[in-house]
């Protein structure tokens, strides 16, 4: 199988990139329908898991889970309305069943979700972080998000923060260090569409692709 995972700095157009990617090479992506199938999985709403993903919980929640996981069967249904909400460690669970099934189907382009650290492990995975400088990420995000800079700045630092302890608590990983991918790139510099051109150049070398075969 081939697999990209593509990591992202809040703002640096991760997506948009992993997006470009798996069109240039004709791949699935596994992008935001992650949250609808894990929401469908744990039979809660998709605004639920949309916002537990990639964010550390607070000390409260923490001492709420873990009350929970001695009480609770991990496959039970689970709603927003009334009953505990999914822990952590079942939203990880359930995440790494969905993305095992889309691997299974054929090559993939997965877009955050840990899958860097979760699928470290797998020698036919090409691991991928999209970076850009901070003033970069801000300026995106005001633009993406209609926000001020203040407000922008908050919500990348934010979110970034999480994703980073998000990775080191349930894979004991540091997100942001080079050596944990095969490949960086500076958003800014090379923009998206060469960025893009730059991830499926490296993808095409990696997994022997020629012309305009889809992969193995």
Same mark, same amino acid.
Request: hydrophobic fraction near 45%.
């Given at each position: 199988?081939?697999?990209? =995972?593509?990591s !992202?700095?809040?703002? @640096?157009?991760?997506?948009?990139?992993?997006?470009?990617?798996? $069109?240039s090479?004709?791949?699935?992506? +596994?992008?935001?329908?992650?949250?609808?199938?894990?929401?469908?999985?744990?039979g809660?709403?998709?605004?639920e898991?949309?916002?537990?993903?990639?964010?550390?919980?607070?000390?409260?929640?923490?001492?709420?889970?873990?009350?929970?996981?001695?009480? $609770?069967d991990?496959?039970?249904? %689970? @709603?927003?309305?009334?009953?505990?909400?999914? =822990?952590?460690? $079942?939203?990880?669970?359930?995440?790494?069943?969905?993305?095992?099934?889309? %691997?299974? !189907?054929?090559?993939?382009? %997965?877009?955050?979700?840990?899958?860097?650290?979760? +699928?470290?492990?797998?020698?036919?995975? +090409? &691991?991928?972080?999209?970076?850009?400088? /901070?003033?970069?990420?801000?300026?995106?995000?005001?633009? !993406?998000?209609?926000?001020?800079? &203040?407000?922008?700045?908050?919500l990348?630092?934010?979110?970034?923060? &999480?994703?980073e $302890?998000?990775?080191?608590? &349930?894979?004991?990983?540091?997100w !942001?260090?080079?050596?944990?991918?095969? +490949?960086?790139v500076?958003?800014?510099?090379?923009? %998206?569409?060469?960025?893009?051109?730059?991830?499926? @150049?490296t993808? /095409?070398?990696r997994f022997?692709?020629?012309?305009?075969?889809?992969?193995v």
């Open positions: 199988m081939a697999i990209v =995972t593509v !992202r700095l809040y703002g @640096s157009g991760g997506s948009e990139v992993a997006a470009r990617v798996a $069109q090479l004709g791949w699935a992506l +596994l992008d935001n329908a992650v949250v609808d199938a894990v929401a469908a999985r744990l809660v709403t998709r605004d898991v949309a916002a537990r993903e990639e964010r550390m919980p607070s000390l409260v929640e923490r001492l709420v889970e873990t009350m929970a996981l001695g009480s $609770q991990w496959a039970g249904g %689970i @709603s927003g309305d009334g009953k505990r909400a999914p =822990t952590d460690a $079942q939203l990880v669970e359930v995440t790494r069943l969905i993305v095992d099934e889309a %691997i299974a !189907r054929g090559p993939l382009v %997965i877009v955050g979700r840990g899958a860097q650290s979760m +699928l470290a492990a797998r020698s036919d995975a +090409l &691991h991928v972080f999209c970076y850009a400088p /901070r003033s970069a990420l801000i300026r995106r995000s005001m633009t !993406r998000d209609k926000l001020n800079e &203040h407000d922008a700045a908050g990348v630092d934010e979110t970034n923060d &999480h994703r $302890q998000w990775v080191r608590r &349930h894979w004991n990983r540091a !942001r260090d080079p050596a944990n991918y095969d +490949l960086s500076n958003t800014e510099t090379l923009g %998206i569409a060469g960025a893009s051109d730059v991830v499926a @150049s993808a /095409r070398m022997g692709i020629t012309g305009n075969s889809p992969a």
